[in-house]
């Protein structure tokens, strides 16, 4: 796939969004005329940059209101036309975007369409010029890319051809098998956005929706099938307008482009494309371990509340000062060292995750995944005797190693041979259920994009939680088998539970980690009689629930008296309880599933207003 973008995707100077793109992957670039009219660069010295940095200019764009001008319009739209093609001459660009007309003045008559498409095609043969016709979808009377392609055919002069853009056909739900229809060498430039599903009007929806593959819901998978079944073989250009990459970093946008198109390459939403070259993602297993840095005094405060959650400590490390706790699937890791990326994680975070494992079939295979995808390798000196695990930055700088699953066993055997208490072998065992990872509003979608990108992972619909102090946008990525689940977690607003998080916590992270049982009341009940500090749930919930549910007062009273949240699904069934927070940053959940798929989004405003009466009044 050779790949693009046009520079109106991301932020900066046209010179720093080039550079960034160059140094993300790419091989080409549109050039977005505004980016090049506010440039103080003439377009000589802009073509010049991008032969330095690598880049073909894949499009100059857009040329607006080509076709069907009333008369008197006509000439002076043909002038303009040919002043731009003097400025893409010096800038080096071979191929104009003319997007569909959409003044109300604009002719509807064909045959004028025609003869205007024409005519501007004749204009850039002979300049050695190409036009790419583009139907946006609010155009005035060609919103259609069959109508485009229709008109493009029609007129058959070499240099003119369509531009498929998946915003534009998508959003009007135009089948992609109607692209089955044009002629390969008549398709001059694709160009990719995926939204969210929105219901509002096109243009907005357009201008400041449009996200990276695999971020929203537009049918992407399909769509790109049937462009490479009519053997197009030219570039896949993203053209993404979005306030939020626009306020964000040029690299770190660029970067996500270029995984995203590589994400499409290899299919969004299927499993494995027989794409050469293009290693396929791993399946995550299941989360092997969680590791806390911690001082040694925020180490016992940890263990006073992972002991009465039935956690014990059974191993120390091989070497360091860290160990190892456990129950059933569950472990945890508390590491004290006092160097290396733990320790600073510590220093800079306070008590708090600084690594994951993930279980994987093949770890090798899960690396090259990463690096195909620019996802960054962590590489720490180890000692010769120590057990190699391979490691990726993740949220917030923190670690996700690959754990190979077939040899778990043994790893935690070398790793940790130095027994403490007996693991415990009675009482309502915990394996890990979901882990919450909370964020920069801005950097949400990016986060969303390497998990499901580097794993096979599917994310669930994006739901709007009502914190009392503002919105949190949360979703989550799964595996399918629901052994991997992250729920990620940003808001805009500045004092919303995730947004005092981020603040306090100096940047992104794990916020809570729920463990699945098979006795809520049990599990409770032990965490309760141990000490745990829980999370008070109001009266008022309780007597919805009975209300809402229909459910009997005496399973209502043994919720209430234990602080479980209860939800339903049809008959699928979830109850929660939560602890307080530890450190002030992270807290622990016992979730019970029955049957049930979700993470309980109708209670999580009733545990955001709980956690908010906790809230510190100097931040008021
Ligand atoms: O929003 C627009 O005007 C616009 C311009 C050029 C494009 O290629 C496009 O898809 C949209
Ligand atoms: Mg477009």
Redesign the pocket.
């Known amino acids: 796939m050779k790949t693009s973008i ?1 520079t109106v995707s991301i932020s900066g100077t046209l010179e720093a969004k080039l550079q960034a793109i160059a140094a993300a992957g790419f091989q080409g670039a549109e050039v977005f005329e505004n980016d090049l009219l506010s440039s103080p660069l003439t377009a000589r010295e802009i073509g010049a940059l991008m032969r330095e940095l690598g880049l073909a200019c894949t499009l100059f ?2 040329f ?1 209101d080509l076709e069907g001008m009333p008369d008197d319009l006509r000439q002076r739209t043909f002038d303009r036309l040919e002043r731009k093609f003097d400025l893409m001459g010096e800038l080096g660009a071979r191929d104009v ?1 003319v ?1 569909s007309n959409c003044q109300p003045h604009a002719l509807a008559d064909r045959g004028r369409l025609l003869a205007d498409l024409a005519e501007a095609a004749e204009r850039a043969g002979r300049r050695d010029l190409r036009v790419g016709y ?1 139907a ?1 979808a609010w155009g005035r009377h060609v919103f259609d890319h069959r109508e485009a392609w229709g008109l493009v055919r029609d007129v058959d002069h070499p240099a003119l051809g369509l ?1 498929l ?1 998946s ?2 056909s998508l959003a009007r739900a135009v089948p992609s098998s109607s692209i089955g229809d044009i002629r390969p060498e008549k398709l001059f430039m694709v ?1 990719v956005a995926d939204a969210p599903r929105l219901d509002m009007d096109y ?1 907005s929806w ?2 400041h929706f449009r996200c990276m593959p695999g971020q929203g819901d537009l049918p992407l998978d399909d769509w790109a099938d049937a462009i490479r079944r009519i053997g197009y073989d030219g570039f896949w250009s993203l ?1 993404i ?1 979005n306030d939020r990459f626009r306020a964000g970093s040029a690299s770190g946008v660029a970067t996500d482009g270029y995984r995203s198109l590589r994400l499409l390459e290899g299919g969004i939403n299927r499993p494995a494309q027989p794409v050469p070259a293009l290693p396929t993602r791993s399946e995550p297993l299941g989360v092997e371990f969680i590791e806390f840095a911690a001082s040694h005094a925020e180490a016992e405060d940890l263990a006073a509340m992972l002991r009465p959650l039935g956690f014990v400590p059974t191993a120390r490390h091989r070497s360091k000062d860290v160990t190892r706790w456990q129950q059933g699937q569950a472990n945890i890791v508390i590491n004290c060292e006092q160097e290396g990326l733990a320790h600073s994680f510590d220093m800079v975070h306070g008590a708090s995750v600084c690594a994951i494992g993930i279980a994987v079939a093949d770890p090798q295979a899960a690396l090259a995944r990463a690096d195909a995808m620019r996802i960054e390798r962590f590489e720490q000196a180890i000692a010769p005797d120590e057990w190699a695990v391979p490691s990726v930055r993740g949220v917030g700088g923190s670690l996700l190693y690959l754990v190979e699953a077939a040899t778990t066993q043994a790893m935690w055997a070398h790793e940790f041979p130095h027994p403490l208490e007996p693991a415990p072998a009675a009482g309502p065992a915990l394996s890990l259920d979901h882990i919450a990872q909370t964020m920069q509003y801005e950097e949400f979608l990016s986060w969303l994009l390497f998990y499901i990108s580097l794993f096979a992972m599917r994310k669930t619909p994006q739901v709007e939680i009502a914190d009392p102090m503002g919105l949190v946008q949360s979703q989550a990525v799964e595996s399918a088998n629901g052994a991997v689940r992250f729920t990620l977690n940003g808001s805009l607003a500045h004092q919303s539970l995730s947004a005092r998080f981020v603040q306090n916590y100096f940047g992104a992270g794990v916020q809570h980690i729920a463990f699945a049982c098979d006795d809520i009341f049990a599990a409770a009940d032990r965490a309760i009689a141990g000490g745990v500090e829980r999370l008070a749930i109001p009266a008022n919930y309780y007597e919805d629930l009975e209300a809402r549910w229909g459910l009997a007062p005496d399973l209502v009273q043994r919720m209430a008296a234990r602080d479980i949240l209860y939800d339903r699904d049809g008959d699928a069934e979830y109850f929660q309880f939560y602890t307080r927070a530890f450190a002030r940053r992270v807290f622990f959940e016992l979730v019970e599933r029955r049957d049930y798929g979700g993470y309980g989004a109708a209670n999580a405003p009733i545990r955001l207003a709980a956690q908010a009466r906790h809230k510190p009044q100097f931040i008021d």
């Open positions: 046009a764009q857009p607006r975007l997007c583009e946006l531009i853009d915003f534009h160009q243009l357009s201008r053209e307008f």
